[in-house]
Structures are given as structure tokens and as C-alpha cells.
């Protein structure tokens, strides 16, 4: 499975943007799918991942962020709303299947300037 992300751009901050991930074949069989971040120097974190219907957050995007999936188009997005300077990284897109490898989709940049 190849998957595409799109969106990422440069806003201020308390603004928003959407991030879509666009799959190459069916994700209904793809039990969990989400978003990572990786901001400079540090590790890559877990942002958004839903798995079988539901949906967890970081705790620092809860209340901010909502993933949603459409499995009719193969897509998921992430509603990112009051983005702040600290939100600035590399978004990933990820597929996991059971007892699969991890898809990860090619990573979209999210700048947010105070």
C-alpha cells in the first residue's frame, strides 16, 4: 500500500489546515490508520490513530485535532484547528495491518509561526 499525504503548508498560529492521505488501494482491511509527527531533533510521536472505529489523541492536540477516515475514497484527513508554533513538524501518514509492515506515507510539512 503506497500512501500520498497532502495539505501540509505555512500558517499562523490559532489558524487551521487539513491534511488528507490518500491510499493506493483499499484501506477497509487496514485496521489502524493515522497520523505521526516528527519535529526537528526530536522523535517521531503519534499525533491521531484510529483502530477499528476508535479514534485516540496525543494529548497535546486533543480537543484541536480530528482524524476521520473515509474508506469509500480510500482517505483519511486530520482536522487540525487553534494550530500553535509547537505543532510545527513533519506529518506522517501511517497504515497498520495485523502481523503486516507499517505503512507510512511520504510526510507532509506543517509550519505554524507565532
Known amino acids: 500500500v503506497q500512501l500520498q499525504a497532502s495539505g501540509g503548508g505555512l500558517v499562523q498560529a490559532g489558524e487551521s489546515l487539513r491534511l488528507s492521505c490518500v491510499a493506493s488501494?483499499?484501506?477497509?482491511?487496514?485496521?489502524?490508520m493515522g497520523w505521526y509527527r516528527q519535529a526537528p531533533g526530536q522523535s517521531r510521536e503519534l499525533v491521531a490513530q484510529?483502530?477499528?472505529?476508535?479514534?485516540k489523541y496525543a494529548d497535546s492536540v486533543k480537543g484541536r485535532f480530528t482524524l476521520s477516515r473515509d474508506n469509500t475514497k480510500n482517505t483519511i484527513f486530520l482536522q487540525m484547528d487553534s494550530l500553535r508554533p509547537e505543532d510545527t513538524a513533519v506529518y506522517y501518514c501511517?497504515?497498520?495491518?495485523?502481523?503486516?509492515?507499517?505503512?507510512w506515507g511520504q510526510g507532509t510539512q506543517v509550519t505554524v509561526s507565532s
Open positions: 488501494e483499499s484501506i477497509v482491511s487496514i485496521a489502524a
Open positions: 501511517h497504515g497498520k495491518r495485523p502481523l503486516k509492515p507499517d505503512y
Open positions: 484510529n483502530i477499528g472505529g476508535s479514534t
